[in-house]
């Protein structure tokens, strides 16, 4: 199979990218600087690099990029420093997941492509209707106001649920919420939920 990685420098994303290869996977990453690509990566004779910031793509560009993968994986996010939360670009997970699902639709390929969209565990599924208590919502909507990024994986995972819908004849989609996650050389197990525990 053939994967694009969007966000393939950060700390999930490499790791994403590592375990493709050792499995005998073609990545392709949209990276604003090769140089921070591991090593180990770097030179992989199965990674294609796109060196572009993901943001300054035209949708023909992506078209393009995306032609031939079988699935997108966006592990973008915002650096937890001052400037990666309160900086430009405010909405860089939400327009490039815009870009991206314009990219694949061009191509009005056969067979759908999957993306996977890594989100954030303080993002809720609307569709099911997660119970959430008068404090906790009070506590969202503080993060909503304080933070940014939160917006912008909310705007992002809101795109595919109402935009893309459940059912599109070229894009099968996932937001994934991840929670407890370490910075580990060992790969350990997860359990899958459709909601918070």
Not at 112 to 128: G, I
Request: positive net charge; proline residues 5%.
């Amino acid at each position: 199979m053939t994967f694009l990685v969007a966000g393939a420098t950060g700390a999930t994303g490499r790791l994403l990218v590592e375990q493709l290869l050792n499995r005998g996977h073609t990545v392709k990453v949209i990276v604003r600087s090769p140089d921070s690509l591991p090593a180990n990566l770097k030179n992989h004779d199965r990674l294609i690099v796109i060196h572009a910031n993901i943001l300054d793509l035209s949708e023909a560009d992506m078209a393009r990029h995306v032609n031939g993968c079988d699935a997108v994986a966006s592990c973008l996010g915002h650096k937890f420093s001052l400037k990666g939360i309160f900086g430009t670009p405010r909405r860089l997970v939400a327009a490039a997941t815009h870009l991206l699902c314009k990219g694949i639709h061009a191509n009005k390929l056969e067979k759908p492509v999957k993306f996977v969209l890594m989100n954030t565990t303080a993002n809720r599924n609307r569709d099911l209707h997660e119970p959430i208590t008068i404090v906790e919502r009070g506590v969202f909507a503080l993060v909503r106001l304080l933070l940014p990024p939160q917006v912008d994986n909310e705007h992002a995972a809101e795109y595919f649920r109402v935009t893309i819908g459940q059912i599109d004849r070229f894009i099968e989609w996932v937001v994934v919420r991840p929670d407890t996650l370490i910075n580990d050389d060992k790969v350990t197990g997860s359990d899958v939920y459709t909601s918070p525990t």
